[in-house]
């Protein structure tokens, strides 16, 4: 089946620097999600991308889907406390019934 | 903006107990889901369920564990005789009819502690 892996696992900043967090698939996909959980929260979703090349934006927070539908990446601009979290790219099934298949994710902790 | 709804946040139960997790999903979605997160793991699927009935469920889901959609607006998770490695955070997901791949909306979950 299909398999996506996360990097890194764990990412600290300082607030106001840059992250990025990559998801990488061993075959192609028919789209990616990008999720957020809070410290404490559930997941929350962030985006869809479904076309090769893909690149949207949601105020400081820029994914893109790679040419080749098999990686995907979520970067945050000038990253405020707010951020914190962890951020995951969940493996849908493949089947009809759209389970997602949730890894580590990246860790993503601001220091003020 | 419709969200998932759960109840309860919070449930303290003792080893052997029977205990029933409520979701009510988002009211056009037909589509759901359970997913549960031990404390600094990783969220993991338990169940999905269309059309009245179970369509996928994991290793997790065995027969201590049953699903059941009661009415039009009700999902619960039901753990007939509940152990200690039970204890997790239990999230409801619901998702749109047209599209299962698509967004999966997740409730705030249930906490739930086995004793």
């Known amino acids: 089946g299909q398999q996506v892996m996360q990097i890194p696992q764990y990412q600290h900043v300082q607030e106001g620097e840059d992250f990025t967090t990559y998801c990488n698939s061993s075959?192609?996909?028919?789209?990616i999600q990008w999720y957020k959980q809070r410290p404490g929260g559930h997941p929350v979703f962030l985006i869809q991308?479904?076309?090769?090349?893909e690149v949207k934006k949601q105020k400081r927070l820029t994914f893109q889907f790679g040419e080749a539908k098999k990686n995907s990446s979520l970067h945050i601009t000038a990253t405020q406390t707010t951020d914190v979290g962890t951020y995951f790219c969940?493996?849908?099934?493949?089947?009809?019934?759209?389970?997602?298949?949730f890894g580590q994710g990246t860790i993503l902790t601001v220091h003020p | 903006e419709p969200e998932v709804t759960q109840t309860p946040s919070h449930q303290v139960t003792q080893m052997g107990q029977e205990v029933i997790l409520r979701c009510v999903p988002i009211?056009?979605?037909?589509?759901f889901y359970w997913y549960r997160q031990i404390l600094g793991q990783k969220v993991e699927f338990l169940v999905s369920?269309?059309?009245?009935?179970?369509?996928?469920k994991s290793e997790i889901f065995d027969d201590q564990f049953s699903v059941e959609r009661p009415d039009g607006s009700n999902f619960t998770l039901k753990i007939r005789s509940t152990k200690l490695e039970d204890s997790a955070m239990y999230f409801c997901?619901?998702?749109?009819?047209?599209?299962?791949?698509?967004?999966?909306?997740f409730g705030p979950g249930t906490r739930l502690l086995v004793l």
């Open positions: 009211s056009n979605h037909l589509y």
């Open positions: 991308l479904v076309k090769s090349g």
């Open positions: 969940p493996n849908a099934g493949g089947t009809s019934y759209g389970k997602l298949t």
């Open positions: 075959t192609t996909l028919s789209n």
């Open positions: 997901a619901s998702s749109d009819y047209r599209l299962a791949s698509e967004t999966q909306y």
């Open positions: 369920f269309y059309n009245n009935e179970i369509s996928e």
